[in-house]
């Protein structure tokens, strides 16, 4: 079964610190991939996204992601975050590769400590 | 890039009342829109598809007659969410494919957030 994977509900960083989300997902092929950021109360922003090609994805507000094809993963990573970086992050797959509707994994709460 | 909107905001109603939500393509077609909800610290769970033209298709265990979609035009998928109650209460957000070359990518309109008193 299709399916995305959060591993992590929380994670705590510091501030200055780096960052590195981990998303997996269970499907045959390759699929879209996507990182969105929700702020409290906030609708989706997106971050950066995969479709082909390079595997090292360069995004907004200084995110990256690799898509590593062995592991079916998409890890989020910052290499210092700031407090403005709190919020919720949502990894989403496209597992019809076509516009489909998105499939959410549950997200990962990032708070940033002083 | 493509922008979704989605009026109102927020709203409030009673128990029982019906509410309606606009999901509009300001710059692009859409003729599939994408409805879900979102409870607090939650994820997002795809409720239904908006299809212009026809029948919406709605996920496993939401009530279509609850939740009635209509996709009215090439830009506008309303939701409405019929005698409310508290619990319907959450954050609607809808989404529209866009794109070119066949790599289509959903933008997301900003939500809905529906109290029921």
């Known amino acids: 079964a299709q399916s995305v994977t959060q591993p992590d509900i929380h994670i705590t960083v510091s501030e200055g610190a780096s960052l590195e989300l981990r998303c997996n997902y269970s499907y045959g092929a390759t699929p879209y991939l996507f990182w969105y950021v929700q702020s409290p109360g906030q609708g989706l922003q997106l971050l950066l996204k995969y479709f082909s090609g390079d595997t090292l994805v360069q995004g907004i507000k200084g995110f990256e992601a690799e898509f590593k094809r062995s592991q079916s993963s998409f890890n989020l990573r910052k290499p210092s975050v700031h407090w403005s970086d709190a919020a919720e992050y949502f990894c989403?797959?496209?597992?019809?590769?076509?516009?489909?509707?998105?499939?959410f994994g549950k997200g990962t709460s990032l708070l940033v400590t002083p | 890039g493509a922008v979704v909107s989605q009026h109102p905001s927020w709203v409030i109603c009673k128990s029982g009342t019906s509410v309606k939500i606009e999901c509009r393509s300001l710059d692009f077609q859409a003729t599939t829109m994408f409805w879900y909800r979102q409870f607090p610290k939650q994820s997002l769970m795809l409720m239904a598809t908006?299809?212009?033209?026809?029948?919406?298709?709605?996920e496993q265990g939401v009530e279509k007659d609850k939740f009635l979609i209509n996709h009215a035009s090439l830009t506008l998928s309303t939701l409405t969410v019929t005698s409310a109650h508290p619990e319907d209460s959450s954050f609607y957000i809808c989404?529209?494919?866009?794109?070119?070359?066949?790599?289509?990518?959903?933008?997301f309109g900003p939500g809905t957030r529906l109290t029921v008193l």
């Open positions: 989403a797959v496209d597992f019809s590769n076509s516009g489909y509707a998105l499939n």
């Open positions: 989404s529209a494919p866009s794109g070119t070359s066949g790599l289509n990518e959903q933008f």
């Open positions: 908006s299809n212009e033209g026809s029948k919406a298709t709605y």
